[in-house]
């Protein structure tokens, strides 16, 4: 219960952050590679805790999609937060590896999918 309790708190953590960092910039694309990388840890951490309640397990290591799998597994609703975990790694690498912008569409996209994760951590009764 401590570990999904603190992955949960990291979770709203890294969104409380995204949202602020959009907040106060002055335009949206100065800061939209460190709001998605924010919003895919935050979608991280919520599976994470997720997982962890309703699995008794997470996948710590480097590989996502082996969480993408468990959390699939969870039930009610699994397929669809491991559909949301599965679109915000996709955009990892391109918002902290590369030399190209996110866009508009991914900005948008990575924070409707972070939030849908952290609401499901959110309802867990931790």
Known sequence: PAFARGRRSKAAQFLTAADEIMDLADDAADVGDAYVTLCVHAGIAAADAVCTHRLGTYSGGDNHNEAIGLLRRVQPGGPEL???????LAMKTKAGYTHRPVTSQERLQAGRRARVLVEAARDLPL
């Open 82 to 88: 491991a559909s949301h975990l599965s679109a915000l």
